[in-house]
């Protein structure tokens, strides 16, 4: 009786284990996406979670923008009214035209990412990219640059509640749903603002690499999880 029951229990582990690997072993190749003007913790949320998830699974990361320039922070001059300095430049390891194969394609949001005639080349990265993704993963106004590459038409998706409408104004064509922390629509996870980068890739940990593993990554870094996808309390705040 009592083998029988240690029987089932392995037997539900393993299902259990199994459905997270539904479609092949969990993804080996990141890349991040960098732009002028990245918001800092979209950026080093997630990366602070794949960097400890590294210890757990073999795993790699391309910083990718479109020169192999130092990526800066810094606020744009419209914004940065003192002119302050209060930013940092992140150094990339691979250009737009030498980007080797990623299965997850990290996009930040930031000020940057808002800015019409600096982005161009950026979008066209991710047109060109996308198909060849298995994931695509955007944190707040990182979003505005899928849509604007087409990748979000007819899709679900979210973004920061503090930008919402200027956001959602750039993919017409995408299911804008408005209380979200997260949202998944098949292999695009879009997530709401700045610190919603880190639960939503937390979550993507739980689905691909298993609960152990995501619950491992967040009690290391300390971090106290939205583990809800829907529990939004910005949604409210700025009246959505
Ligand atoms: C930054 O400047 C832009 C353009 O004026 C404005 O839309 C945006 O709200 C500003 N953001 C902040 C946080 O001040
Ligand atoms: C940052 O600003 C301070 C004060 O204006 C200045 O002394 C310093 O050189 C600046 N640093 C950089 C890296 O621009
Ligand atoms: C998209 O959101 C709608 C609700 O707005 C929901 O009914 C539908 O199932 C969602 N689609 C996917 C693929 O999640
Ligand atoms: C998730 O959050 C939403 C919104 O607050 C709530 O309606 C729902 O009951 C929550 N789901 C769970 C499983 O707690």
Request: aromatic share 10%.
């Amino acid at each position: 009786m009592l083998s029988s029951l240690f029987t089932i229990a392995s037997l539900a582990t393993a299902i259990a284990a199994a459905s997270n690997y539904i479609s092949g072993p969990p993804p080996v190749s990141y890349g991040l996406l960098l732009f002028p003007t990245f918001e800092q913790l979209d950026v080093n949320g997630p990366l602070e979670a794949l960097y400890l998830l590294s210890l757990q699974f073999p795993m790699n990361l391309a910083i990718i923008a479109e020169t192999l320039d130092p990526v800066s922070s810094k606020p744009l001059p419209v914004n940065n009214t003192f002119n302050s300095n209060v930013s940092q430049s992140v150094v990339p390891t691979n250009s737009f035209a030498d980007v080797p194969p990623i299965e997850v394609l990290l996009i930040p949001g930031g000020f940057g990412a808002e800015v019409p005639e600096a982005s161009e080349t950026t979008i066209a990265f991710i047109r060109d990219i996308f198909p060849s993704l298995k994931y695509l993963i955007t944190v707040c106004t990182g979003a505005g640059l899928a849509a604007r590459a087409g990748v979000l038409d007819g899709r679900n998706a979210t973004t920061n509640k503090a930008e919402w409408a200027k956001t959602i104004a750039l993919g017409p064509k995408t299911n804008w749903i408005p209380h979200a922390r997260w949202v998944v629509d098949g292999n695009v996870w879009t997530t709401s603002g700045v610190s919603a980068g880190t639960d939503g890739v937390l979550a993507f940990i739980e689905e691909q690499y298993g609960a152990e593993a995501a619950t491992r990554v967040a009690n290391t870094m300390e971090w106290v999880r939205i583990t809800n996808s829907s529990d939004d309390p910005f949604a409210g705040l700025y009246g959505l």
